[in-house]
């Protein structure tokens, strides 16, 4: 062999050997490597027991739990009785939108029981287009442009909204509608171009008590609710 044969040769001899006093040697008892896709223990021993360190599993939020089951009894209460044809109809109308809170509907009709009432008095068709179908909107209207023929004007102060509850549900093809009954104290007087009295007293707090039905297409990404009905009951 010539003498860069011997010098490689050599040099090979000298690697290996400090790879070795580097690296070990393997015995059959070194840990296992860390995987980290493993779950999120720690091992103990060679039992393979093992302690859960607080993580994403047991410190799930409340949301991820599974609801718990709602007795029949207990689905509509304070709202409807079991069994009634009221109860029948929320549930027809939970089965379209399975996001419908009655309380949370209730204290919206509410505001726009207000708002309509309002609205009406004080001859604002805007605030009144957003919140009326079109048949009632036309329905108002042509009663504010006879206020303003007859160039007359109604002021209307609530006192208070005693009680908003649902009488009837119903839903049917994508259209849900829900009727609810209001009762409540208001004062509201309508006075002519002279400033005389033709309607109402502004000393008179009247019980009014309202039949309302809202309408909203199921199936629609609008949330909102319209007046589609209204009455009154003496």
């Known amino acids: 062999m010539d003498i860069y044969t011997i010098i490689f040769l050599a040099l090979a001899v000298f690697i290996f050997l400090r790879l070795r006093s580097v690296l070990g040697q ?20 060679q039992d393979n027991n093992v302690v859960p360190i607080p993580g994403s599993v047991i410190d799930q939020p409340a949301s991820a739990a599974p609801a718990e089951p709602v ?9 409807a009785e079991p069994g009634t044809p009221l109860a029948q109809g929320l549930d027809a109308v939970a089965a379209q939108d399975s996001s419908f809170d009655p309380r ?23 605030a009144l287009r957003d919140l009326l179908s079109t048949e009632v909107y036309e329905s108002f209207e042509a009663a504010i ?10 002021e209307t102060r609530f006192v208070s909204i005693d009680k908003a509850e649902i009488v009837s549900a119903e ?26 009295i033709v309607d109402g007293s502004p000393d008179k707090v009247a019980d009014i008590t309202d039949i309302w039905t809202f309408a ?5 990404r609008d949330p909102n609710w319209k007046l589609v009905g209204t009455g009154s009951a003496h």
Do not use: C
């Not at 442009?145 to 109604?154: A, G, P, W």
């Not at 909203?216 to 629609?220: A, E, F, L």
């Open 104 to 126: 949370h509907f209730l204290s919206g009709a509410r505001s726009a029981y207000e708002m309509i009432v309002l609205a009406f008095a004080n001859g604002d068709r805007r």
């Open 216 to 220: 909203r297409d199921s199936t629609s």
């Open 71 to 79: 007795e029949p009894t207990e689905h509509w209460k304070g709202i």
């Open 171 to 196: 839903a049917r093809d994508r259209s849900t509608q829900l009727t609810v009954r209001f009762v409540s104290q208001m004062i509201s007087v309508t006075r002519d171009k002279a400033g005389t």
């Open 26 to 45: 393997r015995t059959g008892s070194e840990r296992p490597p860390y995987d980290r896709a493993a779950p999120n223990v720690v091992q103990r021993g």
């Open 145 to 154: 442009k006879d206020r303003e023929k007859h160039e007359q004007k109604t």
